[in-house]
Nanobody
Framework: VQLQASGGGLVQPGGSLRLSCAAS????????MGWYRQAPGKQHEVVAR???????NYADSQKGRFTISRDNAKNTVYLQMDSLKPEDTAVYYC?????????????WGQGTQVTVSS
């Protein structure tokens, strides 16, 4: 099983980006999918998560600005980021809890850099 993230880049404050993360390989089911981030000198933190039935939760600092969604048919999770701020600059990682038919474990994507700067 692999997670492939994409969509990061450089954006000005107030701008938008959309991250995608696709899971591939031996997948029987995916329960929770989510996005985490780590900024330089800061701890790894959760950004948003979404369950298989579409229930979402967000970190307080992202509420109203970020939207997480998923396409279960494509095993893909998205993060729409609007009104970006310089403090959103970080490496963003996707995560998914996947059952491969035998075992259930958490998988991580490779990380994608998001830089918010003028």
């Amino acid at each position: 099983v692999q997670l492939q993230a994409s969509g990061g880049g450089l954006v000005q404050p107030g701008g938008s980006l959309r991250l995608s993360c696709a899971a591939s390989g031996s997948i029987f089911s995916i329960s929770v999918m989510g996005w985490y981030r780590q900024a330089p000198g800061k701890q790894h933190e959760v950004v948003a998560r979404i369950t298989s039935d579409g229930t979402t939760n967000y970190a307080d600092s992202q509420k109203g600005r970020f939207t997480i969604s998923r396409d279960n048919a494509k095993n893909t999770v998205y993060l729409q980021m609007d009104s970006l701020k310089p403090e959103d600059t970080a490496v963003y990682y996707c995560n998914a809890v996947i059952n491969d038919g035998r075992w259930t474990r958490a998988y991580w994507g490779q990380g994608t850099q998001v830089t918010v700067s003028s």
